[in-house]
């Protein structure tokens, strides 16, 4: 493989992570190449030597993507770090995905359910009031705020579960990422059938 | 596809030997990948991928050195977590090792005590 085919092999892994994080790992490894070339190896050598791009490319959107949600906790870095998780193959789609399935939907619905307590609770402390709320304006007001409470205390914990679970997701992949998929493969293998896992 | 034993254990000493080569000086990607792949036989692009997760872990911090030709490099070093990190996966390395050995170099067991209750077949 020459050093432009890996580099677009790379490239083309690479797609989905911000431009300036796909820069910055293309610039590594062509200073790698050329550190290469410097120390008077071919460009073949090199690449073989460098592995498998397409898996390369896999794990440095993972890590990418781990990064991210370590940084910032939002449903998008979530989603990315997941889904970047997932396509290491490390963890078993057959039995995993169905479970993961069910626990997202649940969350999902959690969510839906909290959303529309906080709805239903404002309409009670706004119209309340004005509707002939059997109690009185003022407890209308009050339930009203009541219901809100509860669907901001219960999405707060949602939201830790939701983080938690993620959490757990990335450590059970990397832990069986190091120990399943080998980081480190012997160089025949890359040379003779590809990537073998 | 099963794996020997030697691809785990080399897999699972590649960050202690990357913290411990930076201890003794910083370094750049392709020495540090290079010099791995001489002693531990590795794929030399695992490095990157690996570099990344220190970094982003907080093991090692990174800075540009100009260079009178070419393109500014990337230098790797320990922050002090990398320091610390070092130490303490140096002392559990030494105890598993230990262990290990001490099983391997262990002189044959004794033989089994007599058996006195006298109830052999």
Redesign the interface.
């Known amino acids: 493989m020459t050093r432009a085919d890996f580099l677009a092999r790379l490239k083309r892994g690479l797609v989905g992570l911000p431009t300036s994080t796909a820069a910055d790992i293309l610039n590594d490894y062509e200073a790698h190449f050329d550190d290469g070339k410097a120390a008077g190896r071919s460009e073949a050598e090199v690449a073989d030597a460098l592995g498998d791009p397409d898996r390369l490319a896999r794990e440095l959107k993972a890590e990418a993507g781990v990064k991210r949600w370590t940084q910032e906790q939002t449903p998008s870095a979530a989603a990315g770090a997941v889904f970047a998780v997932l396509g290491l193959g490390a963890i078993d789609i057959i039995i995993l995905l169905p479970i993961l399935m069910g626990v997202i939907g649940t969350l999902f619905g959690c969510f839906v359910a909290v959303i529309a307590l906080f709805g239903s609770g404002l309409g009670v402390m706004v119209a309340g009031p004005f509707a002939g709320f059997p109690g009185g304006g003022l407890a209308a007001f009050f339930i009203g705020l009541g219901l809100m409470a509860c669907a901001v205390t219960v999405g707060a914990l949602l939201s830790i579960a939701t983080i938690l679970l993620v959490n757990g997701l990335i450590w059970f992949a990397r832990l069986h990422y190091r120990l399943l998929k080998p980081a480190l493969e012997p160089h025949a293998v890359n040379s003779t059938s590809g990537d073998p896992a | ?1 099963p ?1 020997t034993i030697e ?2 254990l ?3 000493v ?1 960050g202690l030997c990357v913290l411990a080569l930076l201890k003794r000086g910083d370094s ?4 540090i ?2 010099r791995l ?1 001489d002693a ?7 490095i ?3 570099m ?2 220190m970094q ?1 872990d907080g093991l090692v911090e990174t800075y540009l050195v100009e260079s009178s030709a ?2 500014s ?2 230098y790797y070093r320990l922050s002090e977590a990398g320091r610390e990190a070092l130490a303490v996966q140096t002392a559990d390395w030494k105890t598993f090792t230990d262990a290990v050995d001490a099983v391997l170099n262990e002189a044959p067991l004794t033989p089994v005590p007599e058996n006195t209750t006298g109830d052999v077949q």
Do not use: F, N, V
């Open positions: 596809m794996e691809i785990q080399k897999k699972g590649l750049y990607a392709y020495e990948a290079s792949s531990i036989d590795m794929g030399e692009g695992t990157y991928p690996l990344r997760r982003s070419g393109p490099r990337k």
